[in-house]
């Protein structure tokens, strides 16, 4: 029991996982709140890239925990241009061989279905084939087919959806928002059950602040991505733990809570020095 307590899924950041002890507990549903350009999609991609090397590569330490698979989930953006993106982000090196160990979940057709968005801009296929995938899945949920992608993904797995912003401001009256919520819950109950580490996530500022906290109140943990004004200086990403169930205390009682971070080329991600805090 002990030594379960102690595995950790690392991020991979090398400047971050000591902070953790290692990286997250395995089973953690992670949000990564952030500002635009403040860091969380450059957190997830530099968490892509240096876990796909990690697998490629092995890892030392007996309380580490490699995921055995790692899914993306997308609803807005193709494959080709999320890897796109990261290849034109950081040198080619790490990115090398990205797609090669991520299993894509591409939910866009059903998200931009429902919209009137024409198919010629994000399907494929003949107009037939189009019209007729377009009926069959007319009366379709995302949240339904959300669920099912996660189905998919084996026990020990890695999953990032991207985004919670795609999906979450159509869903914020009545029945709706209280089904969102309830899936989320069940995500993390699921991710629990399976061992699986989940990480979601959310531009801050699009929704209502208590939906915000909501969304949070379903999670593990909320990592926090915002920009600060430095005086003269120019503006600085900072990230910080607004929660982290079961991790919380330790990062409180090292003063390990609040973080300057940067975004170079050569290492993505990275925790720049640490904030006390105050």
């Given at each position: 029991m002990h030594d379960a307590l102690l595995l950790r899924v690392p991020t991979g950041i090398a400047s971050l996982d000591p902070v953790l002890e290692g990286g997250v507990p395995p089973g953690s549903a992670v949000l990564l709140l952030g500002e635009p350009g403040a860091g969380n999609v450059e957190f997830v991609q530099t968490l892509?890239?240096?876990?796909?090397?990690?697998?490629r590569n092995g890892v030392d330490g007996k309380h580490l925990l490699l995921p055995e698979n790692i899914s993306y989930v997308t609803f807005t953006r193709m494959q080709e241009d999320i890897l796109k993106e990261i290849?034109?982000?950081f040198n080619p090196a790490p990115t090398a061989h990205l797609g090669e160990g991520i299993v894509f979940h591409d939910l866009s057709e059903l998200y931009f279905d429902a919209s009137i968005v024409?198919?010629?801009?994000?399907?494929?296929g003949s107009i037939m084939e189009r019209l007729q995938k377009k009926q069959r899945k007319e009366n379709g949920d995302i949240l339904a087919e959300l669920?099912?992608?996660?189905?998919?993904?084996?026990?020990?797995?890695?999953?990032?959806?991207?985004?919670?912003?795609?999906?979450?401001?159509?869903?914020?009256?009545?029945?709706?928002?209280?089904?969102?919520?309830?899936?989320?819950?069940?995500?993390?109950?699921?991710?629990k059950r399976r061992n699986n580490t989940i990480y979601l996530l959310l531009t801050s500022g699009i929704l209502d602040r208590s939906r915000e906290l909501e969304i949070a109140d379903c999670v593990?943990?909320?990592?926090?991505?915002?920009?600060?004004?430095?005086?003269?200086?120019?503006?600085?990403?900072?990230?910080?733990?607004?929660?982290?169930?079961?991790?919380m205390p330790r990062l409180e009682a090292k003063n390990l809570v609040r973080f300057a971070v940067s975004i170079s080329a050569t290492e993505g991600f990275e925790v720049r020095n640490i904030r006390m805090v105050a």
């Open positions: 892509l890239m240096r876990l796909s090397l990690l697998k290849a034109l982000s024409p198919p010629d801009w994000y399907g494929e669920a099912r992608a996660i189905d998919q993904c084996p026990a020990n797995s890695l999953i990032v959806l991207d985004s919670l912003t795609d999906i979450a401001p159509p869903l914020t009256e009545g029945k709706r928002w209280h089904a969102f919520i309830a899936f989320l819950r069940g995500l993390q109950r699921a991710a593990d943990a909320t990592i926090l991505f915002r920009w600060e004004d430095n005086g003269a200086q120019r503006r600085q990403r900072v990230m910080y733990f607004e929660k982290f169930r079961g991790v």
